[in-house]
């Protein structure tokens, strides 16, 4: 026989810590809106969301190890906004906070909903930042909250 194993949307009871990046604050202060309101939608608490602000994408990574390790947390949530320059700072700032928060996500077991936007312009960062593409901020809490159910799904399945 075959077996199905979901996640499921529901925040209730969830202790959710939502890191933020301050570049392009104008963009990653609309994807933690649309994180904190897809989250208390679900059902979680004001009170169990914790906000964090790191300085750009780049420090995403460390400060999501950080809370991972605090045990305080269910789930995270990593917001940034990396847009492309004149030289390729970019690329490194983006790919290294998509790897960073990666290897924090696998050595922690903790789920952390990817919200980093890496754009070519500042239109396509509106566009996904609550704009006519959706809010990638809520996208990603709702990941996350999806694989902590998930995990323990499959957890209660061995
Ligand atoms: N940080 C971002 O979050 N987005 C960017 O687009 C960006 N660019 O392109 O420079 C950026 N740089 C800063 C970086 O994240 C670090 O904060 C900085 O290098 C200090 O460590």
């Not at 990638?136 to 159910?149: I, N, R, S, Y």
């Amino acid at each position: 026989m075959s077996a199905t194993i979901r996640g499921k949307d529901d925040a209730t009871g969830l202790r959710v810590a939502i890191v933020v990046s301050r570049f392009n604050e104008f963009i990653t202060m609309k994807l933690l809106a649309g994180a904190r309101e897809a989250l208390i939608a679900h059902g979680a608490k004001a009170e169990d969301i914790t906000e964090v602000w790191v300085p750009g994408a780049w420090e995403l990574p460390l400060a999501a190890e950080s809370l991972a390790e605090t045990s305080r947390f269910d789930a995270l949530v990593c917001l940034g906004c990396v847009i492309r320059g004149e030289t390729t700072h970019h690329i490194h700032v983006g790919g290294e906070a998509a790897r960073g928060i990666a290897d924090v996500t696998l050595a922690t077991n903790i789920p952390i909903g990817f919200g980093v936007l890496t754009t070519d312009t500042l239109e396509q960062a509106v566009a996904r930042a609550g704009g006519k593409d959706g809010n990638k901020g809520a996208d990603a809490a709702m990941a996350a909250v999806e694989m902590v159910h998930l995990l323990s799904a499959i957890r209660k399945s061995q």
